[in-house]
């Protein structure tokens, strides 16, 4: 019996896998958060006075950020320039197509008699978000809104992203405030 106690004297707890583990964990959980920020550009969208919160979004919905300039941006890839494009739209005809290619859409059952496009006969059913900054002209959100009719693409569902507060107002108000 006294070698069973010497044993278990001797036992001692070592923490140092438990505490790899836990910043390992740490780590994937930090990385898994910024990726999937990676559709959201920095911008400050316009305020809406009745808002809809998008509590549960659709498992597959492409982002398009517009920003003051005028730009279409896609996980961070430019698609369209404004000033660089001008009145050269493919870009967003580009990045439209790439959406129907590479992402799994569901798609709209058509109703008899109902007219599609050669190309496409398919219609997604999955809403575009369109985040324009607040400052955007609008016209640069309607030309994506009509690239996103064009039978190439037959975007069907959008949705515009709104703020339930005025991000820049509140900026302001700070600044002053110091």
Not at 38 to 47: A, G, H, M, N, R
Not at 88 to 95: F, Q
Not at 152 to 156: E, G, L, R
């Given at each position: 019996m006294a070698n069973l106690d010497a044993v278990q004297e001797d036992a001692k707890l070592d923490m140092t896998p438990m505490i790899d583990c836990v910043f390992l964990l740490m780590?994937?959980?930090?990385?898994v958060i910024d990726l999937s920020q990676?559709?959201?550009?920095?911008?400050?969208?316009?305020?809406a006075k009745y808002v809809?919160?998008?509590?549960q979004p659709p498992d597959v919905r492409p982002i398009a950020n517009i920003n003051q300039g005028g730009d279409v941006i896609y996980k961070g890839n430019t698609y369209y320039a404004a000033a660089q494009h001008g009145e050269?739209?493919?870009?967003?005809?580009?990045?439209?197509v790439e959406w129907r290619n590479t992402l799994k859409l569901t798609y709209k059952p058509l109703k008899e008699g109902q007219a599609v496009s050669a190309k496409n006969p398919?219609?997604?059913d999955d809403p575009v978000l369109v985040r324009a900054d607040k400052w955007t002209e609008w016209h640069y959100v309607g030309k994506f809104m009509t690239a996103c009719s064009q039978p190439?693409?037959?975007?069907?569902k959008l949705e515009l992203?709104?703020?339930?507060?005025?991000?820049?107002?509140?900026?302001?108000?700070?600044?002053?405030?110091?």
């Open positions: 780590i994937f959980f930090v990385l990676t559709d959201l550009e920095d911008l400050i969208l316009p305020k809809q919160p998008d509590d050269n739209y493919e870009g967003m005809k580009k990045l439209l398919n219609i997604p190439y693409a037959q975007f069907w992203a709104m703020s339930e507060i005025d991000k820049e107002d509140k900026m302001l108000k700070a600044q002053k405030a110091k």
